[in-house]
């Protein structure tokens, strides 16, 4: 299994617009970070986790020739803006399956009302096919996906497990029921925003202390403003089996 980290940048994204933050001026690619999603790979298949405003950006980075799906955390614009450009792989498969909660659907029918139409639509507009997520494990390819719940301030947000796999995305409480899901997991990736403390997101200290409570084998750092500093200063300061994720990092579970 094979992830590819598409973007891993905050809302915002790095450099932020209008933002002369030394972190936001630099010339090191890696502090140079997309909005966050990754693709997740086994044999030919490919799913997206998230699918943000620099999908199309990020699919052409990646020359991605296909996917089978995609997998939404939660409505936020910067996890789900991108939802147009996938009308280049619906015209290979027609309708892209969709894994999403009741809530985000909600949210995404009103924003993408063309999208899920049923009459008079526009012939150009991408099709999909909702696959309603809850609590229940459920199968993609013949690999197990765990829907795990994270609380993004008060929001709740559907994060997922692969097997060894897990991605959690704007966690700032996790519940222990929820811990419980990922026992075993030999690589995790969290969101690590800054360094100050965050109403919705775990600071680096608050994901360094969640990795170690979780114990995989290695642990990436993504949702990452400038605020948290240079990528290679960071990284430096980490221990030795945590790493602070960039843009275009290929990583095999």
């Known amino acids: 299994m094979k992830i590819t980290f598409l973007g891993t940048g905050t809302s915002q994204g790095i450099p932020m617009i209008a933002n002369n933050h030394p972190v936001c001026l630099s010339e090191n690619p890696k502090d140079k970070r997309l909005r966050s999603s990754i693709m997740i790979s086994w044999d030919a298949i490919n799913y997206i986790v998230d699918c943000g405003p620099d999908f199309r950006q990020q699919m ?7 996917i089978n799906g995609v997998l939404y955390t939660h409505e936020h614009a910067d ?3 991108g939802m ?17 909660d009741k809530r985000t659907l909600k949210s995404l029918q009103q924003r993408f009302e063309y999208v ?3 009459e008079n639509r526009y012939p150009g507009a991408p099709k999909v096919a909702v696959n309603l997520v809850d609590d229940t494990a459920f199968f993609l390819d013949g690999v197990e996906v765990t829907p795990i719940e994270v609380i993004h301030g008060t929001l709740p947000v559907t994060c997922y497990r692969f097997g060894n ?10 519940s ?7 026992k075993g997991v030999k690589v995790l990736v969290v969101n690590a925003l800054r360094q100050e403390a965050h109403p919705t997101h775990f600071n680096l200290e608050e994901a360094l202390a969640f990795v170690e409570e979780i114990n995989p084998e290695r642990a990436y750092f993504s949702h ?7 990528h290679d200063e960071v990284e430096k300061s ?7 994720a960039y843009d275009g990092l290929k990583v095999e579970v």
């Not at 990452?224 to 240079?230: D, N, P």
């Open 60 to 66: 052409l980075r990646e020359h991605v020739q296909s």
């Open 176 to 182: 222990e029921t929820e811990k419980e899901k990922l």
């Open 79 to 81: 996890h789900t803006a």
């Open 238 to 244: 980490l221990p030795a089996n945590v790493f602070l």
């Open 84 to 100: 147009d450009d996938l009308r280049p792989f619906c015209y290979q498969i027609g309708e892209m399956p969709i894994y999403l």
């Open 165 to 174: 796999f897990a991605y959690l995305t704007d966690v700032k409480t996790i």
């Open 116 to 118: 899920f139409r049923k």
């Open 224 to 230: 990452i403003s400038h605020k948290l500093g240079f």
